[in-house]
């Protein structure tokens, strides 16, 4: 599977990667070159689509670890019916962030500054994280944030069926690939 973004997001997306471009200019936010960040950032988060868009309206959803916000961003623009949590403790980061929320007026992703073990809990119905710590670390930061029984969902590089899973937690793995990144997977976890 090769992840789809629907053509009604792509001026808004343009909108958020002309932002990123300039900011990284001073900030320093990205290594990512301009031309590799619509696959390897906003193409990966769309990988989430298929899982949130039978979630209900007004259903919270923390993303771990946003950095840029992705996929914050990308799932606050599929699912602007869903409260969107981006938590990270990189202050220019989520200055950059709360711009991006402001330009394209985004009211319902929240920037959380803060590291996840010391914000207040989000009683989410939802997690994400991309690229953020191993199952262990974020099932312990959903354990505090998350609802009990509620999904999260980590997109991964192609080894993450290889990192161990806590005791009391079981995996799934979906596969997909990005056009020229290669194969991905997403992990996700459930209490069991």
């Known amino acids: 599977m090769v992840p789809q973004l629907p053509d009604e997001l792509l001026p808004k997306i343009r909108v958020y990667l002309d932002l990123l471009d300039h900011w990284n200019k001073t900030h320093a936010l990205t290594s990512l070159a301009p031309m590799d960040r619509m696959e390897e950032l906003v193409l990966d988060a769309a990988a989430l689509f298929p899982f949130v ?3 209900p309206a007004g259903t919270r959803l923390v993303d771990f670890g946003t950095g840029m916000g992705i996929p914050a961003v990308p799932l606050a623009l599929f699912r602007p019916d869903l409260d969107i949590r981006a938590m990270d403790k990189a202050k220019k980061k989520m200055a950059f962030l709360r711009q991006v929320v402001m330009e394209l007026a985004l009211p ?15 009683e989410a119905g939802a997690g994400t994280a991309k690229a953020v710590g191993s199952p262990t670390l974020l099932i312990s930061w959903w354990m505090r944030h998350g609802l009990q029984g509620a999904p999260f969902w980590a ?3 192609p080894s993450g069926e290889s990192e161990p899973i806590p005791e009391g937690w079981v995996s799934q793995i979906h596969s997909y690939s990005l056009p020229t990144r290669g194969a991905r997977q997403l992990l996700e ?3 069991s």
């Open 53 to 55: 868009r039978h979630l």
């Open 108 to 122: 319902n992703l929240t920037v959380l500054e803060g590291r996840a073990e010391d914000l207040p809990p989000q």
């Open 155 to 157: 997109l991964k590089g």
């Open 189 to 191: 976890l459930h209490e």
